[in-house]
């Protein structure tokens, strides 16, 4: 228990990163939202301090899927351990618990002891952007008086930097030390410090950003794959990228399908086998370290309401099996970054 505190609480090193793809660049190296007291004499409890929720009831239970961090039907699956969370809409792996934004726009970081921490606000529709490389969590702050890019240190709370940003920004991806966003002028990259620095990376829609491996949307239908270090880039069949952990991977959406989905190697540029049989529809997907993959798959010729697979196949053997069956209650299930 107690590496696991330390794990959660320590403080993450400054990593050193390079590599975007406008005019070559070398990169080095909030408010959140208040509750509102209220009076105890109407006899009501009094409210939790600022930022903090009630812990989530916790059931000690090993994970299925070892190594990957799912929701579905409220319940969240760590490791070693399964929270009772509502709500939930996207989110990432730091250390032992997760960085998610739920339905209500809450930033919030949950330990896998069930102890839950407020953040920030979003826009419920844009995820939040988190690396378990540094630690970071980032997003637009939509408490206050103009938006602003928010980065702390999720498992902590602590302030890494703020900038203000336009209204139409959106946080795309934490890696390592820097952040990166989306506006009207294209993507830019946001690198902290004691005044915090803002570089444009290039106007074409920035996707994902992982391992300093970039993934844009430069078409309908295409998808360029960048790893600047090397001078390498792939324009490959897509719609919308995630990358894995690694970058070693990136998996889409085909363009005119049925929301197939195809997984890529980033360093040859070559499609690898999905894992997935046709027919099967893939309703969430996740690539990992090491050439794996996470789905959660409605099965071929399953009717409304039947339970849903979680998958985990490696695409280097190409074998996958059935981790966990999901009753289909209607939810959406999410796969951890």
């Known amino acids: 228990e107690d590496r696991r505190h330390q794990e959660r609480a ?24 208040a509750y509102l007291a209220t009076s105890a004499d109407d006899g009501k409890p009094a409210p939790k301090a ?7 009831a916790i059931s000690q239970e090993e994970n299925p899927a070892p190594g990957i961090v799912w929701y579905a ?23 032992t618990g997760v960085v998610y934004g739920d339905d209500q726009g809450r930033v919030v970081y949950a330990a896998d002891d069930g102890s839950r921490e407020v953040l920030g606000h979003k826009d419920p529709e844009v995820p939040v952007a988190a690396t378990d490389e540094t630690g970071w969590a980032a997003w637009v702050e939509t408490e206050g008086d103009q938006p602003k890019l928010v980065i702390k240190e999720a498992a902590t709370g602590t302030a890494v930097a703020s900038v203000v940003v336009s ?26 410090g004691a005044k915090p620095v803002i570089r444009p990376v290039t106007p074409a829609p920035l996707l994902d950003v992982r391992s300093r491996i970039q993934a844009f949307q430069v078409g309908p239908g295409a998808i360029q ?11 490959l069949p897509g719609e919308g990228a995630t990358l894995a952990p690694d970058g070693d991977t ?3 959406r085909l363009p005119d399908s049925d929301d197939a989905v195809a997984v890529y190697d980033t360093r040859s540029g070559a499609e690898l086998p999905n894992g997935v049989p046709e027919g099967d529809l893939v309703v969430a997907f996740a690539p990992g370290d090491r050439l794996a993959m996470a789905y959660i798959v409605a099965p071929t010729g399953q009717s409304p309401g039947r339970e849903l697979e979680l998958r985990i196949c490696d695409l280097d053997t190409t074998q996958c099996a059935v981790a966990a069956r999901i009753p289909n209650q209607g939810g959406t299930p999410v796969l951890a970054r």
């Open 73 to 95: 039907d409220g319940q969240l699956h760590l490791d070693h351990s399964v929270l009772a969370v509502e709500g939930l809409k996207d989110m990432t792996r730091i250390g």
């Open 250 to 252: 990136v998996a889409t």
């Open 167 to 192: 209204s139409d920004a959106r946080v795309v991806a934490v890696d390592g030390d820097i952040a990166y966003f989306m506006d009207a002028a294209g993507a830019h990259a946001v690198l902290p």
């Open 50 to 56: 600022d930022g903090v929720l009630e812990n989530a």
């Open 225 to 235: 794959v960048v790893q600047s270090l090397f001078d390498v880039e792939f324009v």
């Open 10 to 33: 320590r403080t993450r090193a400054t990593v050193t990163r390079a590599g975007l793809i406008a005019d070559p660049l070398r990169l080095v190296g909030v408010g959140v939202g």
